[in-house]
């Protein structure tokens, strides 16, 4: 649903208490008093999504007056600066920050983590959800209004992230590749003419004027069949012919593939510059010459599609390219560090996730005529998963923190991508190791848990290029 809508049918129907929603450049007025909002938000969180998503982190919410619908400007701008403090645990956060939170937490016990199991055991794309992601605006999160996106932060994203891959690291990864690896690079460094066809439609993802309610989703195409982690190593080539350029050439591990309407391809236009002459383009999944490889058999996050895009002489319009010539090894660099915030926050949603299980089957669980969770063995396990995840999550507020100001954020997204996937990967192995012999069995979520959580230390660049990445920042600000 539009929120716009929303609020147009809602404000002329109701006589309750108004607020004033208190936009950058506008000011709306709807029938909801704040206590009302957040008591909606926890009874059907989908009823209000709409009205909430979209403008979160832009605006500042607070009752009007009787006599004025009008606030301060030093008001405002001091909600605003408030926005740009530095928060430490989820009791710090601002009310727009904490109503992101509670807003995909609950959506999460609702929606997601009640079907998770079997969207996994079945291998079934979770449509319905993701559908619902994206009446909540999340498959849009970052994008700016004026593409149809949220225009929420970077910190709304990592928090969002979370959640939802508490509930579901597969639709996590969905909606991850989605945002961080489809719509950012286009909405960033992509002409008016390309965001208006690739990002506009994509942000919204649901056509609500189509009776098909086929989803619009994009997916990201770096890797080759030979090159892994070499990113600057790409065989795809792209050669102009006149106003158009062709494609030839195979990605593979591509998150969303078979679900994907476009895709960003990255191919080498001068193979003479090395990573130099890689270029950026959009790629239309039904472009003549475009198939699919079968779709892989993973360990994990199996309710996503993951499989290679096959280019044979695809012809796309000279347009297509995003960017400059040459400039795709930077844009996938670039990309890359937001989406390790992405991939950081869905880690940590795992990680939370074997948290709840273990606990609360420790409290449940007796043995020696006590609940295990009184026995020390248990506790030590317990207090090092809770260590490790808000460590990373710290790291991972501190990257978001720091794209949101515009501050040169790789290495810290790095950290956080690292320090958030191996603390998910450990949550789930003593998440097993506190359940036992149910931790080995698909009737507790642990063993999903477990098997969820190892790719996050392999895509978006493994853990030794994590390493790397970390390694060589540090030593070029000791050389100077």
């Excluded at 609360?360 to 248990?378: C, D, M, N, T, V």
Aim: proline fraction near 3%; glycine fraction near 8%; include cysteine.
């Amino acid at each position: 649903m539009n929120h716009r809508k929303w609020l147009g049918r809602h404000s002329q129907t109701s006589s309750r208490p108004t607020c004033t929603v208190t936009f950058l450049g506008e000011i709306r007025s709807t029938h909801l008093s704040v206590a009302a909002l957040h008591c909606q938000l926890l009874i059907n969180p989908i009823k209000i999504m709409s009205l909430l998503s979209r403008s979160l982190v832009r605006c500042v919410v607070q009752r009007s007056s009787s006599s004025s619908n009008t606030t301060s400007a030093s008001t405002t701008l001091g909600r605003l600066s408030a926005l740009r403090r530095n928060y430490t645990t989820h009791n710090h956060l601002p009310e727009e920050h904490r109503m992101v939170y509670e807003m995909c937490r609950n959506f999460a016990d609702q929606e997601l983590a009640p079907n998770a199991g079997k969207w996994d055991h079945d291998h079934s794309f979770p449509t319905d959800a993701v559908t619902k992601l994206a009446e909540l605006g999340l498959m849009g999160i970052n994008t700016p209004s004026q593409y149809n996106g949220s225009e929420l932060d970077a910190m709304s994203y990592a928090i969002a992230m979370e959640e939802i891959s508490r509930g579901c690291a597969s639709v996590g990864v969905i909606m991850s590749a989605h945002n961080s690896l489809y719509l950012w690079p286009i909405q960033t460094f992509g002409s008016d003419r390309l965001k208006e066809e690739f990002v506009a439609p994509y942000a919204q993802c649901v056509d609500d004027s189509s009776s098909s309610n086929k989803l619009k989703i994009g997916c990201f195409g770096l890797s080759e069949p030979g090159n892994g982690s070499d990113a600057g190593a790409a065989s795809t080539t792209a050669t102009l012919d006149g106003d158009e350029w062709i494609i030839n050439g195979t990605k593979a591990w591509i998150t969303n593939a078979h679900e994907a309407g476009a895709a960003v391809v990255f191919a080498t236009t001068d193979k003479s510059q090395k990573h130099k002459g890689i270029s950026a383009f959009v790629v239309p999944m039904d472009a003549p010459g475009f198939s699919l490889g079968a779709k892989e058999d993973k360990l994990g996050i199996r309710a996503s599609s993951t499989s290679n895009l096959i280019m044979d002489n695809v012809r796309i319009p000279k347009h297509y390219l995003i960017g400059e010539p040459g400039e795709g090894f930077k844009i996938a660099m670039k990309t890359l560090d937001g989406g390790r915030i992405g991939v950081a926050g869905q880690a940590l949603g795992i990680a939370s996730a074997s948290i709840d299980c273990a606990v609360k089957y420790a409290l449940e669980r007796h043995a020696f005529g006590k609940p295990i969770a009184s026995l020390q063995s248990i506790q030590n396990k317990i207090s090092a998963m809770v260590v490790a995840r808000d460590s990373a999550r710290l790291l991972t507020w501190r990257a978001a923190q720091m794209k949101d100001k515009n501050e040169r954020y790789t290495r810290e997204a790095a950290m956080a991508k690292l320090a958030a996937s191996e603390a998910s990967t450990m949550c789930a192995h003593q998440a097993i190791q506190i359940l036992g012999g149910m931790g080995y069995v698909s009737d507790m979520p642990a063993e999903r848990h477990y098997r969820d959580a190892r790719i996050t230390e392999i895509y978006e660049g493994t853990s030794e290029v994590q390493h790397l990445v970390i390694a060589n920042d540090v030593i070029k600000e000791y050389k100077g």
